[in-house]
Structure formats: C-alpha cells, structure tokens
C-alpha cells in the first residue's frame, strides 16, 4: 500500500488527475509506454522518488527497477523543457544519396511511366472533356518534374558513382549530359588517385620517367587515354524507334579539351608545387614542429612526399653538427666563411619545403678557380643528402630562345615539381627574367 505522504497529494490532485491511473496493460502491449505517460502526468506534483514508489504499486507485472526509474527521469526532463515534446518524434533527415540511387536503379523507366501509371487513365478521361491537347500538355508536365535527376540531390550531396566494368561510369557530354556535370565526376574520381593535380590553372600529372615521378602538363590527348584507363566511358545515344540508351564511347579530341577547361578541374583537383622523395619539416596548426612523411599534404601549396624514412627527431645537436661536417671534410674552402655557407647549401632546403625558411628561394652560387675542383659533385651530394636527383639544364650561351632556350628549360624544371634545379656549367652573363621570378619571394 502507499504510504500516507504519497497519497496525500495525488488524492488532493485536480480533477483531472483521475486519469494519472489508467490501468496498467498486460505485458506486451504497452507497459513501458504506459510507465512513461503515467510519470509525465505525476511530475511536478510529487517528487520522482515517490512516482517510482507509485508505479511500482501499480504496475500489472514485474519490470526492471532500472527502466521504471529511467522512465520517470525522461518523463522529468520533458516536463522541464529539457527535451522535446513527448508526443512528437522528427522524422530522421533524408538520406538524398540513397534517394537517388533508388530512383536511377529501378527497373521501372521514364518511358515506361505513361503505360503503367495511374494517372493514364486520368489523362485519358481529361482528353473527353478538353481535348487530345490537354492530355499532352499534362503528359509533357509529368515528364518535365521526372527528367531531371540531378535535381533530386541538393547542392553539397554528390551523386552515387554507378560500377560498370570494375570501373566507375562517366557519362560523357552530349545533348542530354552537361559539361560541368561530366566534369564534377571525372575530375572528383581522378582527385582521390593522388596522381592528377592543378598548378596555378594548369592540370598536371604525375608520371614515371627515366629520372622517377615528375609533374607534367595533361595534355588533351593523354586525357583522353586517361579517361579510358580510370573509367567505363559510355554516352546518351537517340535510338531509331525513338527514345535514348546508355552505350559505351570514345571521349572525343573536342570534349576533352572542354572538360579539361572546366571550373570543376580546378576546384576538385589538388593543388601541388613540390614532390620530394624525403619527408618535410613542417609546422602544424599548433606551431609545433612536425613531420610529413610519405603521402600528399595540401599545406604549403601542395607536398608528395612519395617515400617513407624513419627520421631521429630525438637526435642530439652535437651529433648532428659532426655529421654534417663530415660530409664536406674533403673540400677545401678559401675561408671559414665559406665552409658556413657550403653547410648552409645542405640545410637551407629541409627549412624551405616545409616553409621554416619563409624567405627567398635558396639560391646556391659554385664558383672554382680550377676546372675539376667539386662544384657538380658537391651539387649532387647536397641533392642525394634528400634523397634525390637534381634537375639538370645545361645550356650554352648562344641558345637565347625557342625550342631549346633557357625559359623553355626552366619551365620544365619548374613545372616538373623537382626540389632541386641545377644550372651545370653555364657559360657566359645570365639575363633571364623568368629565372629572377623563380628565386624571389614572390613565389613562396
């Protein structure tokens, strides 16, 4: 029975409060719903350790403690305000993704939608009453709010990637596919290979050669041997009897120069200015030093880093001094001074790929009094301390401009991503403007 300082409120309650007790279902059919409801309707009249008193004196059957308990204390909160209404439950928020993938995979066409739908015969009745032209225009009505299935995702919600052939389905551009919906895919999917990026507003990629990766421009017709390699490429064809159908094309010469045109190569690829075979030092969100070992980083441009080293972050200072200068005991230098800025040559690029070094681009200048005296070699020592090749001009005098020049082979340099770019041998004064852009600050 319940105590006297439990039944003393619930007696004085309104009159409304007869129906604080309805009866208590059988188990199965309600019992924890009923436990909630009950609470809801005793809180703010009695405290909660004596609506768990009370249920329990009115409960049909045995429950656990626990969930007695827990119901008074949802209960409580929604009476409070602490939560949402009782009675009101949002729907979850719709899955447009899986909207869309529904709608394009169901056997069920477009044109199959006027011989099985309801409102054919709906149609039909209409045409009686204000002739065949009304029953089209509400045909075409119908068809118009159907075709468009882009329109089904919102902006932000990517359309579902159909796999045909192993390989992801890209819709080339016709009359019935636009340029930048094309785009939007192909240039997404090639994004997560890490092998096509943008520099500037050039579409680059990265390939294999005699010297290891470097960066070269995509030219139209690569793209199109790419677009075969990383995709089952089909089109909208018209068929005789009327109507259109998937079937598989060729990307031509004129819509691969368009797609590569497009805001979506430039919005979807990543941007990159180096690719260095060691890892970088850099500094992360925090201004704490870090290392960015094997992978592409977006910061700073753009990094691949395309091989993993184990690197002593924890090694002593002395140490590393004396491996330094064991590096270049066997040189002789005119001068201390100059034995400082040779050592400065090797460290000066570690701070300038992770942007420590936030200055003009290092610029190391070799000059002997003797032929055969080091300078290539000292070059190349500087380069295999990183783990890599430099990219080697060697250019004579007289090659001022055109194929063959200085600012062709800059621009190749500069474009192929390579950390070290090496001048060999040049003969002669060096005026060259592109080569003043490239070493200055400018370009951090």
């Given at each position: 029975m319940l105590n006297e300082s439990i039944q003393a409120?619930?007696?004085?309650?309104?009159?409304?409060?007869?129906?604080?007790?309805?009866?208590?279902?059988?188990?199965?059919?309600?019992?924890?719903?009923?436990?909630f409801k009950t609470a809801l309707r005793l809180h703010g009249r009695i405290a909660e350790d004596e609506i768990i008193e009370l249920l329990k004196e009115k409960l049909g059957c045995v429950r656990p403690e626990r969930e007695i308990r827990e119901a008074v204390v949802n209960?409580?909160?929604?009476?409070?305000?602490?939560?949402?209404?009782?009675?009101?439950?949002?729907?979850?928020?719709?899955?447009?993704?899986?909207?869309?993938?529904?709608?394009?995979?169901?056997?069920?066409?477009?044109?199959?939608?006027?011989?099985?739908?309801?409102?054919?015969?709906?149609?039909?009745?209409?045409?009686?009453?204000?002739?065949?032209?009304?029953?089209?225009?509400?045909?075409?009505?119908?068809?118009?709010?159907?075709?468009?299935?882009?329109?089904?995702?919102?902006?932000?919600?990517r359309r579902p990637i159909n796999i045909v052939d192993g390989k992801p389905?890209?819709?080339?551009?016709?009359?019935?596919?636009?340029?930048?919906?094309?785009?939007?895919?192909?240039?997404?999917?090639?994004?997560?290979?890490?092998?096509?990026?943008?520099?500037?507003?050039?579409?680059?990629?990265?390939?294999?050669?005699?010297?290891?990766?470097?960066?070269?421009?995509?030219?139209?017709?690569?793209?199109?041997?790419?677009l075969e390699t990383y995709f089952t490429l089909r089109s909208y064809v018209s068929l005789r009897g009327g109507g259109i159908a998937l079937k598989k094309k060729i990307c031509s010469q004129d819509n691969a120069k368009a797609l590569l045109a497009t805001e979506a190569a430039l919005n979807q690829l990543p941007a990159i200015q180096a690719v260095v075979n060691s890892p970088?030092?850099?500094?992360?969100?925090?201004?704490?030093?870090?290392?960015?070992?094997?992978?592409?980083?977006?910061?700073?441009?753009?990094?691949?880093?395309?091989?993993?080293?184990?690197?002593?972050?924890?090694?002593?200072?002395?140490?590393?001094?004396?491996?330094?200068?064991?590096?270049?005991?066997?040189?002789?230098?005119?001068a201390e001074s100059d034995k400082s800025r040779c050592i400065a040559g090797f460290i000066s690029p570690a701070l300038r790929f992770g942007r420590l070094l936030d200055a003009d681009f290092p610029l190391d200048l070799c000059e002997a009094d003797q032929s055969q005296t080091g300078k290539s070699f000292r070059m190349k020592v500087i380069s295999r301390v990183y783990g890599e090749r430099p990219f080697v001009i060697t250019l004579s005098s007289e090659a001022k401009k055109g194929v063959g020049s200085l600012d062709e082979s800059l621009s190749e340099a500069?474009?192929?991503?390579?950390?070290?770019?090496?001048?060999?041998?040049?003969?002669?004064?060096?005026?060259?403007?592109?080569?003043?852009?490239?070493?200055?600050?400018?370009?951090?």
């Open positions: 409120p619930i007696v004085n309650a309104p009159k409304r409060g007869s129906k604080m007790f309805d009866p208590c279902p059988i188990e199965g059919n309600g019992v924890h719903n009923w436990l209960a409580g909160k929604y009476a409070k305000g602490e939560a949402g209404s009782a009675s009101y439950r949002p729907w979850p928020s719709v899955d447009h993704a899986l909207v869309y993938e529904i709608v394009v995979n169901s056997p069920i066409r477009l044109k199959d939608l006027s011989s099985i739908s309801p409102a054919r015969t709906l149609l039909r009745a209409k045409r009686f009453q204000k002739g065949r032209r009304s029953e089209m225009n509400a045909a075409e009505d119908i068809q118009e709010q159907l075709v468009a299935q882009a329109e089904l995702l919102p902006p932000g919600i389905e890209l819709i080339l551009p016709n009359d019935h596919t636009y340029f930048t919906e094309c785009a939007e895919q192909c240039f997404w999917e090639l994004a997560k290979t890490e092998k096509f990026f943008r520099q500037g507003d050039l579409i680059v990629e990265l390939i294999e050669c005699s010297e290891g990766l470097k960066l070269v421009e995509l030219a139209v017709e690569a793209f199109r041997s790419r970088v030092f850099a500094e992360d969100e925090k201004g704490k030093l870090t290392v960015l070992n094997q992978g592409y980083y977006r910061c700073n441009g753009g990094i691949y880093v395309l091989r993993k080293r184990e690197i002593n972050t924890v090694i002593k200072v002395d140490e590393a001094v004396k491996a330094l200068l064991a590096i270049v005991k066997d040189f002789s230098f005119l500069l474009l192929s991503g390579a950390p070290f770019i090496a001048l060999d041998n040049l003969r002669g004064e060096i005026s060259n403007q592109l080569l003043e852009s490239a070493i200055r600050g400018g370009r951090r």
